[in-house]
Structures are given as C-alpha cells and as structure tokens.
C-alpha cells in the first residue's frame, strides 16, 4: 500500500488523543471515523473537535465557518469497530494504556479491517511486536505516536515493532506528513520509543521529589516556568496524571525497577488527574494555572532537567533506538518545543552535565540518573 490509497482513516478512542488526532486528519482532508465505547464518550471528542476548530481556527481567521462545516462533513460517528473499520484503509488505536485493552481492539481490528489496512497504535510506551501478536498480520502492525495536543505538536513517532514491514513504516511515515506532522523513524521498538524515553529520567525526578517530599510542585516549577512552554508537574497536569503514572509503572516493569509512581498514584487514587477533571497538582478549572514564580526552588535548576535528558538521550542513541543524534532532537523540538538535547549539551558541555547526573544519581540514590560512558565521553555531535 502507499499513501496515496489512503482515503478513509479510522481512529479508535475519542479522548484527548483521539479526538485530536481526528481533528488533525479531518484538517488535513481525510474521511474519518472515530470510534468509542459508549456514545457520551464519542459526543465528549465531537465536542471536543468542534471547541478546538472554533477557538483555534475559525476564530483566528486561520479556517472559514464553510471550511469547519466541510470538515465535519467528513467525519463518522461510531460506537461499533466493524461499522469504523470495515471500510478503512488506515487505522489508528487511541485506547487506554493497558496492554490487554490494546490486544483485545486489536483482535477486534485484524477481524473487522480490510485485510490490507494498516492498523497503527498511539501508544506512548508499550511493546508494538507484543500488540501485534493479537493479529494475524504484525507486519501492518506499526507504532504512531502522537504528541499532546494532538493538534498543534508536529512529532509523530514512527515505531517498527519486530515483524513490522518496511512498507508499513514507510506509509506511516508518508501519512503522518501528509497531515502535515514532523515524523521520526523509531528504529527499535524499546519502551517509551524516542521522547517520552529521553524525558522519563525527568517523570523519576518528579516522583522522587514528592516521595521524599523536597519541594512542592509550584516551587519546583516555578525555577522553570520561565523557561519552559509548561513547567514539568504544568505539563504532567496538562498531559494527565494517570498518563503520567501508567508510564512510570511501565517503565518500573519494562526498564528499571527504579522507576516508581507511588506518589502519582495516590494522586490517581484521589481522582484529581489534572486538566481534564479540573484540578491536579494545580487547579485548572479557570484555564492555565498561575504559578508563583517568586516561590522558585533554587536546589533544582535547568541544568540538572537537561542533564538527565542528555544522558538518556545516549542510552537511546547507543541502544540504537533512535539512528542518529539529529533524530533525538528533532523529537524533542517538536514534540514539546524548546531544543534538542545534544545542541544544549554543545552549548553547556558535556562535563559540566555529566556532574549534574552524578550529583543527582548520588542524591537520589539512583542508577537510572548515573552517566553513561558516551556522556562522559562527551563526543556527540549534532
Ligand atoms: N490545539 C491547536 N492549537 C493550539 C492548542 C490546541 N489544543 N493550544 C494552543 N494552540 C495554539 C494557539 O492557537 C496558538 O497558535 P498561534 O500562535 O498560531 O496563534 C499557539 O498554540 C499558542 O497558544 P496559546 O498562546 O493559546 O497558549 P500557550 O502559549 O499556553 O500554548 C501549548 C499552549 C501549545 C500547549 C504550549 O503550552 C506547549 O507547547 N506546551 C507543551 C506541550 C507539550 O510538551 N506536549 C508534549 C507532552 S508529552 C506527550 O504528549 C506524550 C504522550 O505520550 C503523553
């Protein structure tokens, strides 16, 4: 298949993710069904694309209300899998981040999808071959990783889980262009892929500063508001707690046991999972929350959120997960904004970084946090 027989893209989940990605498809001029459990989830996402269409688009003068209606036009309704896919040449799974909900959708996918459709998962951690093996087809099997929202961030990773072909890969990687993305080629499927990898040293740091109770949130992330487009705990807040807390559990059982999430979970537990209830580690319920800035941690500075990403940049790149350091910072510039790990890194130095890890891997009592050879070596050219 190429991605010019595409036609017709249908997205399972119509959360956050899913919604958005429908958005970004139907603006790009694809037909789109979108497909949840229960019919007041998939009214929850169409609610969703409308409000965005309207305060980011048509009320900027960025769309016409006749170009909106044009592309809701295209857009189909479902709470069925066989109704969305049965006529889909591109799927794309946006489900909760529990494995046995992701292989059950795609047992149901492989069933109900025409066989020469590709079926991709939106999954921000998790195994594509394991995915796969509830298909009978694992080289259309393919990770397609969006950044939130879904709308505005240009990074889509795309993941070649063990039997995936190069087709497959090849057709991600077009379409995610087509709908005008920046797509990077995840060349190994290893937990976390590319991004939320090089930034999970920086979740750790998170929950370990409340475990052990160091600073609170807004004094964390006002040493960073200024500097950052979302200060950290802003961001898990932005992003979801729960996320957040299903990614370090899966990096506890997939990549070190070192990564714990007991903090975020009793968080989870209380219900407060950020944006999307209204309130989290701040109170959204007004908008973007303000952060005391005159609050600002000064035990924690840039240096040190940059330093784990660097060094975690070098596992990704001498585990071959990523082909090149160019690859890694095109990720991070455009699936949160700001710039690239190794081009700070050439800016700051690697020494002064690789003493930031140490330091930190001393505090902390942590491994995760310790630098590589290939940082201390400090050769990596961007
Ligand atoms: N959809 C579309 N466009 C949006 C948008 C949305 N939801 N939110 C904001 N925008 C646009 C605005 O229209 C505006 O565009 P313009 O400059 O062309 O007019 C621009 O973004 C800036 O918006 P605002 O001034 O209204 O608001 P902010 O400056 O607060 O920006 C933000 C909002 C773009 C979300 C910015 O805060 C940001 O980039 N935050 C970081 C997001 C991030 O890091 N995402 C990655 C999270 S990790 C992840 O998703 C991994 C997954 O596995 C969990």
């Not at 295209?74 to 909760?96: G, W």
């Not at 949130?217 to 040493?223: C, R």
């Amino acid at each position: 298949m190429n991605v010019e027989q595409i036609k017709k893209i249908a997205v399972m989940g119509a959360g956050d993710m899913g919604h958005g990605i429908v958005q970004t498809a139907l603006m790009n001029g694809y037909k789109v069904a979108m497909r949840d459990i229960e019919q007041r989830f998939v009214d929850k996402g169409v609610q969703g694309i409308k409000d965005s269409l309207e305060r980011f688009f048509v009320a900027k003068g960025k769309i016409t209300a006749e170009q909106r209606d044009e592309m809701l036009n295209r857009l189909e309704t479902t709470v069925s899998i066989e109704d969305a896919v049965k006529d889909a040449d591109f799927v794309i799974e946006a489900v909760p981040e529990v494995m046995d909900i992701k292989k059950s959708v795609f047992k149901d996918l492989d069933k109900f999808a025409p066989a020469d459709a590709v079926l991709a998962t939106n999954t921000s951690n998790m195994s594509i071959t394991e995915i796969a093996k509830a298909t009978n087809r694992p080289e259309k099997v393919v990770g397609m990783h969006f950044f939130n929202p879904a709308v505005r961030m240009k990074l889509v990773e795309v993941t070649k889980g063990e039997k995936t072909s190069e087709e497959t890969m090849q057709v991600t990687y077009d379409l995610a262009k087509n709908i005008g993305k920046a797509p990077v080629r995840v060349e190994k499927d290893s937990p976390s892929f590319i991004y939320n990898r090089v930034n999970a040293p920086v979740m750790l740091l998170l929950e370990l500063i409340l475990e052990k109770k160091i600073v609170s949130p807004e004094e964390f992330d006002g040493a960073f508001k200024a500097v950052m487009p979302m200060a950290p705990y802003e961001l898990v807040d932005f992003v979801g707690v729960d996320i957040a807390c299903d990614s370090l559990k899966y990096l506890h059982d997939k990549l070190s046991p070192e990564y714990s999430s007991t903090a975020f979970e009793q968080i989870v537990n209380a219900g407060t999972l950020g944006k999307k209830t209204g309130k989290g580690f701040y109170d959204w319920s007004a908008g973007r929350p303000t952060i005391d800035t005159s609050k600002a941690t000064k035990e924690f500075g840039l240096n040190d959120l940059i330093a784990l990403q660097v060094n975690e940049a070098t596992k990704v790149l001498d585990e071959g997960v990523a082909k090149s350091p160019a690859d890694i910072d095109n990720a991070i510039v455009n699936g949160g904004g700001g710039f690239g790990p190794f081009q700070l890194a050439k800016g700051i130095g690697y020494a002064e970084l690789t003493k930031r890890c140490e330091a930190l891997a001393q505090r902390f009592n942590v491994e995760v946090f310790k630098p590589t050879d290939t940082m201390k070596e400090g050769k990596i050219q961007v």
